[in-house]
């Protein structure tokens, strides 16, 4: 497997990872499938903010992705990021997520970014373990701030210490 930077040339297979889990899933609040185009505008918004987007590839096709956004607008937030990481379902317990989470994690510490958070729809034990495994602690929940599929959904958020 290869971890490499996103260009906008990967924004049509970020997005057929991305979609299915819009359609199908509480992981993300998101309810209609994105465009290439539009996963290709988020791409160069986090790129223009100096944050790193990556992607996974294995046999020369893109697996899964993870990013960094600014955790908030106001200028103290700096040093905190947002991250994110999805993997294609059908290549999911592979590694692949930890690989594309080490290697973000890495970059952020390197860009002198002191915290890293991650948000997480709950129920989600694979994305709690997944952070868990890289020494972040659940921090907030809030109860009920989503709504999908006809139903309440509560976010828990996690962070570390980079």
Not at 17 to 24: D, E, K, L, R
Not at 115 to 134: M, Q, R, T
Request: contains cysteine.
């Amino acid at each position: 497997m290869t971890i490499r930077a996103a260009t906008a040339a990967d924004a049509d297979p970020v997005a057929r990872i991305y979609n299915p889990y819009i359609a199908g899933t509480i992981i993300t609040f998101e309810e209609l499938p994105v465009t290439a185009q539009e996963m290709a505008d988020r791409i160069g918004q986090v790129a223009a903010e100096g944050l790193p987007w990556l992607v996974a590839e294995q046999h020369c096709a893109v697996v899964g992705y993870a990013y960094a956004s600014k955790w908030k607008g106001r200028c103290a937030y700096r040093y905190s990021a947002e991250t994110t990481v999805y993997v294609a379902q059908q290549s999911t317990r592979r590694g692949t997520g930890t690989q594309l989470y080490a290697s973000l994690l890495a970059l952020l510490k390197e860009k002198g970014l002191h915290v890293a958070i991650g948000g997480i729809a709950l129920p989600n034990d694979a994305s709690v373990a997944l952070h868990e495994k890289f020494g972040f602690r659940k921090v907030a929940q809030f109860y009920e701030v989503g709504h999908k599929f006809g139903r309440w959904i509560d976010v828990g958020y996690w962070q570390t210490t980079l």
